[in-house]
């Protein structure tokens, strides 16, 4: 029988802080395994990263050698980060991921924070991206989606152009919504669809490495070639974020903590192998492009995957890359739906968000309304072309919060010693110190090269404090 998350876990009570002003109602349920927790976190991060930032990467870094030095070294990172969260995760197993450790740790203002941050820019605009990078691949069947159906006269669109709708929008806007559906009639739907999906793009990449590595087209000489580049220090924090974009979304398996079976044991599992199997995929695929491409065809590809398919087998071929790379998208937005309608949901069963979000299905026992909004909202993104700037602006935002959830492992161990905790990072404190130091290099790095991307990631962060003040002393008149 599924187990309701604010009853019983294991023959244990939750441990966390119960809070006063929380909403009642029906609950959600435990009934993802350990798979699709798996596949959250696999399906999640492998979206259209890796077939697009390794000519970006190339450019920064210069050569193949120090290129796969950034993709390790973010790994690792992202490791270390998995290996922090787990603890977190297995000791606080409730809907909303960073929001319910943030606002253990330091108090709801800061869980409010990283729930306003994802809800309104980063997770919708993660949303907005891969379904249009979806309709996007699509038009290379259907080019008529890229066709614009009507201009708004008004210079609301990216980089104060006039606003273009495009016929692939649409498309993109239903499929966003369909996936809504889906995992608004039951998570075991959606967590299903995660693993069948992200199965069948694992099989497509896993073929994408064989066909490059066993051709017998491609020349190993091209992985001591070496181009012209940023170089230095600053290539290789340039190239670091475009690795750890790719690398983004590990951490989503937390947001349906209140949702996964055994959560003390499967959670930590699935952050640690999920990420673990992302990094090995990562490697497998550069060492195939570099194997047929040289670092000049990289560096001047933008789509590296169909390009180096195309370069053996010609240009029609590219059609399966295509194929490969949509599932590969399909996945990621289902993953990326199914997991963040929770953050709203838990910001609103504390009175911190609107109320109807609290609502829990009776029947679906999912929280619908709050992840249709969150659909609605990124539809709304979608629209206004502004996707990709948003989650530049948030970056940088979204790395302090990372960080500050990073430091609460020690914060809790000291505040909550009581805090029964199933699994405990390997490697404290080293593990969690090495990820705050790198992420404190990437922030400073971050700043020097992108500082108004980071001022204005701020100001959208900023925003957050008189909504937070608006709904805390509206859930204090309630009490």
Not at 198 to 223: D, N, P, Q, Y
Not at 265 to 293: C, E, H, M
């Amino acid at each position: 029988m599924p187990v309701p998350y604010d009853e019983h876990l294991n023959g244990g009570p939750l441990t966390r802080v119960a809070s006063p002003y929380r909403v009642s109602g029906p609950s959600l349920q435990r009934v993802l395994g350990l798979w699709s927790a798996v596949s959250i976190v696999v399906g999640t991060v492998i979206g259209s990263g890796v077939f697009l930032v390794p000519s970006t990467m190339i450019r920064y870094v210069g050569s193949p050698r120090n290129l796969f030095i950034v993709w390790i070294v973010a790994g690792l990172l992202s490791l270390f980060g998995a290996l922090t969260y787990a603890e977190l995760a297995a000791a606080l197993p409730e809907a909303g991921g960073e929001y319910v450790y943030l606002s253990e740790a330091y108090g709801p203002f800061w869980g409010f924070l990283y729930g306003w941050t994802q809800f309104w820019v980063a997770k919708s605009g993660s949303i907005a991206t891969l379904a249009a990078g979806f309709y996007t691949y699509l038009t290379l069947f259907v080019p008529v989606l890229g066709a614009t159906l009507w201009t708004v006269p008004l210079h609301i669109g990216p980089g104060g152009s006039l606003l273009e709708i495009h016929y692939g929008q649409l498309v993109a806007i239903a499929l966003i919504l369909s996936l809504a559906g889906v995992n608004y009639i039951g998570v075991r739907s959606g967590g299903n669809i995660q693993v069948l999906v992200t199965a069948i793009k694992m099989l497509l990449i896993a073929g994408i490495v064989f066909v490059g590595l066993f051709s017998g087209r491609g020349e190993s000489s091209h992985f001591t070639g070496h181009i012209s580049s940023l170089g230095g220090v600053a290539g290789f924090f340039a190239a670091m974020v475009s690795a750890l974009w790719a690398y983004d979304g590990w951490n989503n398996v937390s947001m349906v903590s209140s949702e996964i079976c055994e959560p003390q044991r499967n959670l930590p599992r699935a952050l640690i192998f999920g990420t673990a199997a992302v990094i090995l995929t990562y490697i497998s695929i550069n060492l195939a492009y570099f194997y047929v491409l040289t670092p000049e065809q990289v560096a001047a590809s933008h789509r590296v995957a169909a390009d180096m398919i195309a370069s053996l087998y010609g240009p029609l071929a590219t059609h399966a890359v295509a194929i490969a790379v949509m599932i590969s998208i399909f996945a990621a937005l289902n993953g990326s739906i199914l997991s963040g309608g929770r953050i709203p949901y838990a910001m609103a069963r504390d009175r911190l968000f609107f109320r109807y979000a609290a609502d829990v299905h009776p029947k679906f026992r999912t929280p619908g309304h709050a992840m249709i909004l969150l659909c609605l909202w990124s539809c709304v993104v979608v629209l206004s072309g502004w996707y990709d700037d948003l989650y530049n602006f948030v970056i940088f935002g979204s790395w302090i919060l990372y960080l500050m959830t990073a430091v609460s492992v020690f914060v809790l161990r000291k505040k909550r010693p009581d805090l029964p905790r199933p699994y405990r990072v390997i490697g404290y404190p080293i593990v969690p110190v090495l990820f705050i130091g790198v992420a404190m290099l990437l922030l400073i790095s971050t700043v020097q090269t992108r500082p108004r991307e980071s001022l204005m990631g701020l100001i959208l962060m900023g925003l957050a404090v008189p909504f937070y003040a608006f709904w805390r002393n509206s859930r204090r008149s309630r009490r």
